[in-house]
C-alpha cells in the first residue's frame, strides 16, 4: 500500500497515513451534494455529478473550477 509505504519513507506523517487507509477500506457510493475530501486532507469540496464511467465531477471549496476524479480518490467528510 502506498500509503503506508509513504509513511515508513517519512514524506507522509502518521495520521495522514492512518485516513488514507481507513478510508480505502470504506465502500462508499459518492452522489452528487456529497461533501468529500483528497485521501491527504488538502482539498475539501463537493461532488456535482458522477458520470456513466464511474468518474466524479467535483468542485473545490474557494475554488471556481470544477476537478475530474477517480472516487478512489477522494473520501467523504464525516
Do not use: F
Request: net charge negative.
Amino acid at each position: 500500500m502506498s500509503a503506508v509505504a509513504h509513511y515508513i519513507a517519512g514524506v507522509l506523517p502518521w495520521d495522514a497515513m492512518v485516513g488514507i487507509v481507513e478510508s480505502l477500506s470504506q465502500t462508499a457510493e459518492l452522489k452528487a451534494g456529497d461533501r468529500v475530501k483528497t485521501l491527504r486532507g488538502s482539498l475539501h469540496g463537493v461532488i456535482l455529478k458522477v458520470l456513466e464511467d464511474g468518474r466524479v465531477i467535483w468542485k473545490p471549496d474557494a475554488t471556481a473550477g470544477n476537478l475530474t476524479a477517480l472516487p478512489e480518490s477522494l473520501c467523504r467528510e464525516d
